[in-house]
């Protein structure tokens, strides 16, 4: 997959961090070839988290964060380390930059633990090496380098890309569900809320994933569903649909015919399937006026018709009868704090990586609050989820 092709979330997300001054951001421009970041010798020059696409081999496509000092003062300062601190959940490799002239601080001391305790993989880079007398070996996660020479920028690009690889492949999407030669179809609605002239991200996913399996992708609107399975020689293996028509979909699939939704899939490729499943269950529970969050990954225009502000919440009543307090958030401000939700409702988390919605996952369940994404939720409330897990198997008897 190019470069310019690749998601956001499935790219490998690489963060520089260090103090103000220490070249941070010297280092980020030598390291990509740009000018990324803006270099200033004025302190906390980086005011917030800055985003760059790159192709760094043999990796691939990666995702460059310049972040602001993590030493930076003051009541907006501490807003800015607390940003730098959340790029952390996103983060697959960390770059810490220190000043090779000075020894490490508390602030970097108490981020190098934090990056070790959410086991980030990382590169402690000393910058400002061509000040230095004598030029230390490198070590196993450390290297002397100097944005301003250009000493050791390329065996930093190499450790990064290696480091970063080290993880290993993710687990398909679609295709381990599939045999070469499977025809799927995947249900695709085209309404106000579709996007004008393409399909969302998800459904290109599927579609290439099925390729990648050598099934078949056979996609169609939800009102001419029936027409197409009645044109297939056999039933197809799989059909995939948009949650937002669960409940029409599932009355046209044959019972036999596996079923499954595009953000269930994503459940499973980004994060644990097994925690949003229980997790839907909990909206039983709810009681008029317990405050839920909904949460989105991306942000985008609300339509009259949204699925995360309007259509959720009216199937929730019309399943439950009661009225919760609802609060919304989107894109890459999450609440640390969710305690006083009862429940979380996520959508599938297409533009964040693994990384960012584990963690998100992960804050809820270490407090104790239920977590479940979009269409989980809706296979629960129209009394077909145990149908639509079906396909995967980890939930077969």
Request: aromatic letters at 4%.
């Amino acid at each position: 997959m190019s470069l310019n092709a690749t998601p956001a979330g499935e790219r490998v997300h690489i963060a520089f961090f260090g103090r103000r001054n220490a070249g941070k951001s010297s280092l980020v421009n030598a390291f990509t070839g740009q000018d990324l970041a803006i270099v200033s010798d004025v302190k906390g020059t980086t005011t917030d988290p800055v985003y760059k696409a790159m192709e760094l081999l043999p990796l691939g496509p990666v995702q460059i964060i310049d972040t602001p000092g993590i030493d930076d003062e003051g009541a907006l300062g501490e807003l800015r380390v607390k940003k730098t601190r959340q790029v952390l959940n996103k983060t697959d490799l960390a770059i810490l930059v220190a000043d090779a002239t000075q020894p490490l601080g508390k602030a970097e001391e108490e981020l190098l633990a934090l990056i070790k305790d959410k086991g980030i993989p990382y590169l402690l880079a000393w910058n400002k090496a061509d000040l230095l007398d004598s030029v230390p070996e490198e070590g196993e996660n450390t290297l002397w380098v100097s944005a301003l020479t250009g000493l050791h920028i390329h065996e930093l690009k190499e450790k990064a890309a290696r480091l970063a690889g080290q993880e290993g492949p993710k687990r398909p999407l679609i295709a381990d569900l599939l045999q070469p030669g499977d025809t799927v179809v995947l249900v695709v609605p085209i309404d106000k809320a579709a996007p004008k002239g393409r399909l969302i991200l998800p459904q290109q996913q599927t579609i290439r994933d099925v390729l990648e399996a050598g099934a078949s992708a056979l996609v169609c609107r939800d009102t001419e569903l029936a027409l197409t399975l009645e044109g297939l020689p056999k039933p197809p293996r799989l059909v995939v649909t948009d949650s937002q028509v669960f409940g029409k979909v599932a009355q046209i699939v044959p019972r036999d015919v596996p079923l499954t939704s595009f953000s269930i899939l994503m459940a499973r490729y980004k994060g644990d399937l097994a925690l949003t499943v229980e997790g839907a269950r909990a909206v039983k529970e709810l009681k008029a006026g317990d405050k839920v969050l909904i949460a989105e990954g991306c942000t985008h225009h609300r339509q009259c018709e949204d699925i995360g502000t309007v259509k959720l919440p009216r199937w929730i009543h019309e399943a439950t009868g009661v009225e919760p307090d609802y609060t919304f958030c989107s894109g890459r401000e999450y609440p640390e704090d969710l305690t006083p939700y009862k429940l979380v409702i996520h959508c599938g988390g297409c533009t964040l990586g693994e990384r960012e919605m584990k963690y998100r996952q992960r804050t809820a369940a270490d407090q104790g609050i239920p977590i479940t994404n979009y269409g989980i939720l809706i296979a629960s409330l129209n009394g077909i989820l145990e149908r639509t897990l079906e396909p995967f198997p980890e939930f077969q008897a």
